[in-house]
């Protein structure tokens, strides 16, 4: 099991950076780089959808359209920590952002999510 709090949200203007964390603590037995993780985000009013993912290692990496070549997502199994590296925000970026964590193999689909972190709010202004 593992629990995922996300940290690094905010309120930028339009161009600017933002950098999210998300750090995970592992049950007794456990490691995080067990876990494949990624970045969610969900808009008032609409539904949650898939930002990035990473794999075990780290070495390989998913991201949406809509934010590839902007966003970057890392992670540091050492520190028990992932990272969403948000450079050229853009307003349609605003949105509560969640971490999530799967002992499958990374995917865009939410359902392989079992955990959850309570979500970041990130707003960007025009």
């Known amino acids: 099991q593992v629990q995922l709090v996300e940290s690094g949200g905010g309120l930028v203007q339009a161009g600017g950076s933002l950098r999210l964390s998300c750090a995970a603590s592992v049950a007794s037995g456990g490691t995080f780089s067990s876990y494949a993780v990624a970045w969610f985000r969900q808009a008032p009013g609409k539904e949650r959808v898939f930002v990035a993912a990473?794999?075990?290692?780290?070495?390989?990496?998913i991201e949406a359209d809509s934010v590839k070549g902007r966003f970057t997502i890392s992670r540091d199994n050492a520190k028990n920590t992932m990272y969403l590296q948000m450079n050229s925000l853009k307003p349609e970026d605003t949105a509560v952002y969640y971490c999530?964590?799967?002992?499958?193999?990374?995917?865009?689909?939410?359902?392989?999510?079992?955990?959850w972190g309570q979500g970041t709010q990130v707003t960007v202004s025009s």
């Open positions: 990473i794999t075990y290692s780290g070495r390989g990496t």
């Open positions: 999530a964590a799967t002992l499958n193999y990374p995917t865009m689909a939410q359902r392989y999510y079992g955990y």
